[in-house]
T-cell receptor
Framework: KQEVTQIPAALSVPEGENLVLNCSFT??????LQWFRQDPGKGLTSLLL?????REQTSGRLNASLDKSSGRSTLYIAASQPGDSATYLC???????????FGTGTLLAVQP | DAGVIQSPRHEVTEMGQEVTLRCKPI?????LFWYRQTMMRGLELLIY????????DSGMPEDRFSAKMPNASFSTLKIQPSEPRDSAVYFC??????????????FGNGTRLTVT
């Protein structure tokens, strides 16, 4: 059974810092891994999707990496801003089913 | 594009009552998913549909839960009878592809359900 873990559960940084969020999964047989952002009272917004054959994806100040063999992904946020404050969740899609298995998220607070 | 639309945004009901949550996916999306989010268990997939057909309902917690998708533009999640432990935020999501291999999910803003 696939299990997805995110560390840390919460993170507070001053504005302008670069930061890394971590995601680990137990079953490396995945199709892809996605990073989402969730604002309070809102649904999830997809940030980046990395196919199993890819090593990383970039969008603006965000860079996500994937190491299937070690069951790890990182989300790098450069030059953090207060507007980046949100919960970040990773999710893996694997196996024969059409399911995304979500981690429990990292609550990020960027202090102005 | 109005996105995935869920209603109601908030629902407060008493234990034993029937609850119906509604979802309108993005037009043209072939797959629809119902998730439940709680502090204790995070996001859990309850059921998903491809082309209006339920494919996997193994995440539905009990027979009290049922979901339907009568057409491509509407789905419901029903809880009957509701219990306090059903209190959670219920999300609907849709995807343009039959599989989520290479297409991201689009989430609605959720329905916050409180059962007293």
């Amino acid at each position: 059974k696939q299990e997805v873990t995110q560390i840390p559960a919460a993170l507070s940084v001053p504005e302008g810092e670069n930061l890394v969020l971590n995601c680990s999964f137990t079953d490396s047989a995945i199709y892809n891994l996605q990073w989402f952002r969730q604002d309070p009272g809102k649904g999830l917004t997809s940030l980046l999707l990395i196919q199993s054959s890819q090593r990383e994806q970039t969008s603006g100040r965000l860079n996500a990496s994937l190491d299937k063999s070690s069951g790890r992904s990182t989300l790098y946020i450069a030059a953090s801003q207060p507007g980046d404050s949100a919960t970040y969740l990773c999710a893996v899609h694997g196996g024969a089913t059409n399911k995304l298995i979500f981690g429990t998220g990292t609550l990020l607070a960027v202090q102005p | 594009d109005a996105g995935v639309i869920q209603s109601p945004r908030h629902e407060v009901t008493e234990m034993g009552q029937e609850v119906t949550l509604r979802c309108k996916p993005i037009s043209g999306h072939n797959s629809l998913f119902w998730y439940r989010q709680t502090m204790m268990r995070g996001l859990e997939l309850l059921i998903y549909f491809n082309n209006n057909v339920p494919i996997d309902d193994s995440g539905m917690p009990e027979d009290r839960f049922s979901a339907k998708m009568p057409n491509a533009s509407f789905s419901t999640l029903k809880i009957q009878p509701s219990e306090p432990r059903d209190s959670a935020v219920y999300f609907c999501a849709s995807s343009p592809m039959l599989r989520v291999d290479n297409s991201p999910l689009h989430f609605g803003n959720g329905t916050r359900l409180t059962v007293t």
